[in-house]
């Protein structure tokens, strides 16, 4: 089933407005449609030019365009929010930016690219979303995260040490945002079968796919699945769940 056919669901997220990043493709366009589906206006921001197709296939979504990594980006994105539909909710921390390289290949840049887009960020959409949801008096922040948090990957250094950041900053997030009633999580999924890689390989989706058998389940996530568990935690329904860093990688961890 495709984004664009998904039915309307439930009213789960009526009246609450949510700010997606990365939504454009992959998990983030999922979760658009998820969190459209289910009620919600939705605020989606990408770099990609395919983010502006997004309003004809979910009427009444919102687009911003910019860089994460910007705080230009980031004040301007809670506030179109705010501006739009008088408050901000929910955020869903799911841009993010990988890379494969062996310790000794990896420069300075590359490092700085990674930590860039996936903790630097996170960390500027969830301040600015912590300002916004203060007044709102409450809110939940969801990052997309991944196992490479909890193990250690070959050749993944910048990117295992970037979404480990973005894990520990879920945490200090629950803590401060308690008193605030912002909850703060992550998911931490498995290998998902997107195009994350496409720009990185020829061959991307035959290498995830190689993936498989690493997961106790035999096969690598679909994007709708890891949406799923993103708008679990931005729901009512996890309203006694922060600080947790929620496992949706096929078992891959409890090895």
Known sequence: ?????????????????ALVTGAARGVGKETVA???ARGARVVALDIRTELASLPEEFPGVVTATGDVTSEETATRAVATAVDAFGGLDILVNNAGRTLNKPVTHTTAQDWDDVMDVNAR???LFAREAFRAMAERGGGAIVSTGSYASTVG????AAYS???????QLTKVLALEGGPLGIRANLVAAGVIETDFLDTFRPDSRAYLASFADVHPL?????????AEVLCFLASPRSSFVTGAVLAADGGFTAA
Not at 153 to 156: K, N, R
Not at 161 to 167: I, T, V
Not at 218 to 226: I, K, S
């Open 1 to 17: 089933m495709t984004s664009a056919t998904h039915p309307t669901e439930t009213a789960e997220f009526g009246g609450r407005t």
């Open 34 to 36: 998820l969190l459209h």
């Open 121 to 123: 960020g996170a960390f």
């Open 153 to 156: 990957l070959p050749e993944g």
């Open 161 to 167: 040490a970037s979404k480990g950041a973005l894990a």
């Open 218 to 226: 035999g096969r690598v996530a679909q994007p709708r699945e890891v």
